[in-house]
Each structure stands twice: as structure tokens, then as C-alpha cells.
T-cell receptor, first 112, second 113 residues
Framework: DADVTQTPRNRITKTGKRIMLECSQT?????MYWYRQDPGLGLQLIYY???????NKGEISDGYSVSRQAQAKFSLSLESAIPNQTALYFC???????????FGPGTRLTVL | DQQVKQNSPSLSVQEGRISILNCDYT??????FLWYKKYPAEGPTFLIS?????DKNEDGRFTVFLNKSAKHLSLHIVPSQPGDSAVYFC????????????FGQGTELSVKP
């Protein structure tokens, strides 16, 4: 079983709709991250969380919100989706001691 | 402000030859750097890292070199294999920022048989 899972894997939605992307991990890590990937821009950090009570904005948090429901779950919401939020979204985790982050398989989101 | 830059979007190399992927950074506060590899339809996977106090780290066919004065690092793959064809991202991190990473744009490596 995958250590970091994301649902859904693909989603097509319309402008103005609310959408939630979910991430679960079985690695027992405290730290979780949400990134988006756009062609030519690499991975940009949206939000990150050091534990259930500690959530921080990343480089591009406008238009997004997050919820850390438990140590193992970190959800990303688009309250009112817009077309320029069309991208690949990745969730990642890391432990306290390590620098390495472990990524989920990604969610491809298309906003029409 | 792009703190980490990979100026080559793509690189094509013959199987068996050396692949050299480059990365430049502007933030002198980075304490460590990592390289990730990404196949289509998968998430990035960790490849190799280097501390800012080192100038070289080697793991099998993969070697990362760090030149702090030039704010430049490179990933060498020797010999290159077709299975190495993927997008490679470099990233920098600062210890007191809790594992937050700044990624470059990525370089797509194609290794031809």
C-alpha cells in the first residue's frame, strides 16, 4: 500500500465550484505539505502543517484553504475554483528528523 | 523571486554517457539541497541530497556537486540509462524552517538507447 495517498486522482470542475482534495499518510509523519505544479514553474508550496494545530501559508496560498483533520490527514480546498487553478497538486510528508519529503501520486485538477 | 533555478528545461543524452543536470540558487541561507526524480503520473521521489557544508555526495551512479561560491549545484548520472528518463527537480531547504523546500522548475532528461 502507498504511504501517501491522494484522492481524487483526477477531477474536472467548473468555475465557481468548491472542491476539496484529500491526502492521507501512513508514515506517521507530523509534517505535511501541499504543492501545485505548473508547466515551467516547478513545484510551488501552497500550505504546510507541522502538526494538527500548526498550519502555515506557503508561497501561493491565495484562493486556497486547508484543514488538518488528524495527524494522518491534510485536505486542500478551493472555495471558488477558477481556471488558473488548473494544475497538478501534490501532497507530501516529512518526519521531524529528516529533510526528505515523501510525495503522493498527485491530483490532476482541471477548472473549466 | 526565483530562489532556485534550473535553466535547462530539457536534456537529451545517449545511453551509457554522462548526464549533467544543473541548478543555481540565490538564497545563501540554504542548509541542504535535494534532487527529486519524477516520472509521468507519479509523485516526485527523493534521489540524493547534499548538506551545504559538503561539496560532493555520491550514491551509486548519482553524484551531486555543490559550489557554494558560485551558488551552483549539479547532478551527475554515470552511466545514463533509459530508465533515468524523467523530470529532475532540485530543491533547497533551511533547517529552522521545518522542512519547507523551495523547488526549481525541473529539467526533463531523455536518455536514448
Amino acid at each position: 500500500d502507498a504511504d501517501v495517498t491522494q484522492t481524487p486522482r483526477n477531477r474536472i470542475t467548473k468555475t465557481g465550484k468548491r472542491i476539496m482534495l484529500e491526502c492521507s499518510q501512513t508514515k506517521g509523519h507530523d509534517r505535511m505539505y501541499w504543492y501545485r505544479q505548473d508547466p515551467g514553474l516547478g513545484l510551488q508550496l501552497i500550505y504546510y502543517s507541522f502538526d494538527v494545530k500548526d498550519i502555515n501559508k506557503g508561497e501561493i496560498s491565495d484562493g486556497y484553504s486547508v484543514s488538518r483533520q488528524a495527524q494522518a490527514k491534510f485536505s486542500l480546498s478551493l472555495e471558488s475554483a477558477i481556471p488558473n487553478q488548473t494544475a497538478l497538486y501534490f501532497c507530501a510528508t516529512s518526519g521531524l528528523a529528516g529533510n526528505e519529503q515523501f510525495f503522493g501520486p498527485g491530483t490532476r485538477l482541471t477548472v473549466l | 523571486d526565483q530562489q532556485v533555478k534550473q535553466n535547462s528545461p530539457s536534456l537529451s543524452v545517449q545511453e551509457g554517457r554522462i548526464s549533467i543536470l544543473n541548478c543555481d540558487y540565490t538564497n545563501s541561507m540554504f542548509d541542504y539541497f535535494l534532487w527529486y526524480k519524477k516520472y509521468p503520473a507519479e509523485g516526485p521521489t527523493f534521489l540524493i541530497s547534499i548538506s551545504s557544508i559538503k561539496d560532493k555526495n555520491e550514491d551509486g551512479r548519482f553524484t551531486v556537486f555543490l559550489n557554494k561560491s558560485a551558488k551552483h549545484l549539479s547532478l551527475h548520472i554515470v552511466p545514463s540509462q533509459p530508465g533515468d528518463s524523467a523530470v529532475y527537480f532540485c530543491a533547497g531547504g533551511v533547517y529552522n524552517q521545518g522542512g519547507k523546500l523551495i523547488f526549481g522548475q525541473g529539467t526533463e532528461l531523455s536518455v536514448k538507447p
